[in-house]
């Protein structure tokens, strides 16, 4: 028998604590939701990504920092949240590209992967996608929390089917979703100890601290440029000139926007 030696043993191996990966989609948001959902997560240390539109990184850019400040990861969203499948080639990487840009002018890092708006995706965007160095993120686990007609005990029910490396799927605002953030409060409050909340691996990039916007090429052609030339092989960019390079690559040309960096600050049209 071995019984002291077996529980010595045993006593010696240190408990590992499942890995979850929190996700929250379509924020940064206007009102509010973004920084309670950062508050929650700062009082647990855990980490998580934020799958951002172009849109509200546009109208909120102050959030992007608060979130890659909070040690979180980002990922692209698309600019306008469309149905991807549904789009031509060049608007595919139009919506990846604006979003990507709109992060930079955020003072955010180059992302490195995107979730479909719907989790709509293909082939062929999975494709264009990865030729703009963007991995595919899906999920294991949706919370439903965007169905208005989900009780928000179903949402809970949903959270505690996390396992070691799962991939939950939640939603960044608009209020309408508050109720997303009370039910993930408790569970967090009740049972997050019993997990370790990391940022998606895939997602993760450093940030650029600063660029300067004279090293922003000039609006050449119209979005409606193809990127149907011979395009180089899969590359994941990790500086502004590589960056810049693929866009070039591509004869796709950054928004006017995105070039003067103060008209971005100003502008709360989305
Ligand atoms: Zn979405």
Not at 8 to 24: D, E, G, H, I, W
Not at 46 to 68: D, M, S, W, Y
Not at 124 to 139: E, P, S
Not at 249 to 262: G, M, T
Request: net charge neutral; aromatic share 8%.
């Amino acid at each position: 028998m071995c019984v002291l030696f077996c529980t010595l043993s045993q006593a010696q191996v240190q408990y590992k604590k499942p890995v979850v990966y929190l996700t929250f989609d379509d924020g940064p948001s206007s009102d509010g939701v973004t920084e309670l959902i950062l508050d929650v997560l700062a009082r647990h240390n855990a980490k998580a990504t934020f799958f951002v539109t172009g849109a509200r990184a546009r109208a909120n850019p102050e959030k992007i920092r608060q979130i890659l400040d909070g040690g979180h990861a980002l990922g692209n969203h698309t600019l306008s949240h469309g149905r991807l499948t549904s789009l031509f080639d060049h608007q595919v990487a139009q919506e990846l590209i604006d979003t990507n840009t709109y992060i930079l002018a955020a003072g955010g890092p180059i992302m490195n992967c995107f979730r479909a708006p719907f989790g709509d995706t293909n082939r062929r965007v999975n494709d264009i996608a990865l030729r703009l160095g963007l991995r595919k993120v899906g999920w294991t686990i949706d919370t439903r929390d965007w169905d208005v007609f989900v009780d928000p005990e179903q949402i809970a029910v949903q959270l505690e089917d996390s396992q070691n490396q799962s991939i939950v799927l939640m939603h960044d605002g608009p209020k309408s979703r508050w109720r997303t953030l009370q039910v993930f409060s408790r569970w967090m409050e009740d049972t997050g100890h019993t997990y370790s909340f990391e940022a998606l691996p895939d997602c993760a990039q450093p940030v650029i601290e600063s660029y300067a916007s004279n090293d922003l090429p000039p609006r050449t052609e119209s979005v409606a440029s193809t990127i149907k030339t011979a395009v180089p092989s899969p590359v994941v960019v990790q500086t502004i000139p590589q960056l810049l390079a693929k866009l070039k690559a591509y004869k796709i040309s950054l928004l006017p926007e995105v070039v003067a960096q103060s008209s971005i600050k100003s502008s709360n049209q989305f």
